[in-house]
T-cell receptor, first 113, second 115 residues
Framework: DQQVKQNSPSLSVQEGRISILNCDYT??????FLWYKKYPAEGPTFLIS?????DKNEDGRFTVFLNKSAKHLSLHIVPSQPGDSAVYFC????????????FGTGTSLTVIP | EAQVTQNPRYLITVTGKKLTVTCSQN?????MSWYRQDPGLGLRQIYY???????DKGDVPEGYKVSRKEKRNFPLILESPSPNQTSLYFC??????????????FGPGTRLTVT
């Protein structure tokens, strides 16, 4: 049973506009969330993370929002650039008690020049 | 250069023939993990290791073995591969799960095909 879900397999956005990637989770004990970016033929690379004690974390063009009551997080990319075209995975962990990571199925983002 | 390396990158084998995929990291990381990526299922954790001689099952451990005899190496062993283990495998490492920074560094992946 998928504990972390990314319901949009793909997303297309014009260059310069905002990209919003969504992620839902079912386990209320998850307290740490991460986003990874993956290019073809490469391993995922870390993008940004957020702890459950926060509801927002920013790093340059990337912002992650966490809504604990809705068990939902989103990644905003502003402005989107063609180099952002990749597959994005969200991941979750119950940091205090477990050492496992649960990943979503990924969203393929295409930024159109 | 800080990196996670995996070998081989591509492997085609037959059912039942034992194989090992090696993983090595040069960052002195404590935590290492193996994942498989399948279409529509994302990344699923197979096994992980908190430190030398400490390993534990992830979400999909059946059919796999691991060992952690040295800090830098974390091989994945398929004693009797079956076609349902055809997948893209990633090794990853992290400084420590107690570190403020929690992200994992991934290797480039191993594409395994079992016929």
């Amino acid at each position: 049973d998928q504990q972390v879900k990314q319901n949009s397999p793909s997303l297309s956005v014009q260059e310069g506009r905002i990209s919003i990637l969504n992620c839902d989770y079912t386990n209320s004990m998850f307290d740490y969330f991460l986003w990874y970016k993956k290019y073809p033929a490469e391993g995922p690379t870390f993008l940004i993370s957020i702890s459950s004690i926060k509801d927002k974390n920013e790093d340059g063009r990337f912002t992650v929002f966490l809504n604990k009551s809705a068990k939902h997080l989103s990644l905003h990319i502003v402005p989107s650039q063609p180099g952002d075209s990749a597959v994005y995975f969200c991941a979750a962990s119950e940091r205090n008690t477990g050492n496992q990571f649960y990943f979503g199925t990924g969203t393929s983002l295409t930024v159109i020049p | 250069e800080a990196q996670v390396t995996q070998n081989p990158r591509y492997l085609i084998t037959v059912t039942g023939k034992k194989l090992t995929v090696t993983c090595s990291q040069n960052m002195n990381h404590e935590y290492m993990s193996w994942y498989r990526q399948d279409p529509g299922l994302g990344l699923r954790q197979i096994y992980y290791s908190m430190n030398v001689e400490v390993t534990d099952k992830g979400d999909v451990p059946e059919g796999y073995k691991v060992s952690r005899k040295e800090k830098r190496n974390f091989p994945l062993i398929l004693e009797s591969p079956s076609p349902n283990q055809t997948s893209l495998y990633f090794c990853a490492s992290s400084l420590s799960l107690l570190a403020a920074s929690y992200e994992q560094y991934f290797g480039p992946g191993t594409r395994l095909t079992v016929t």
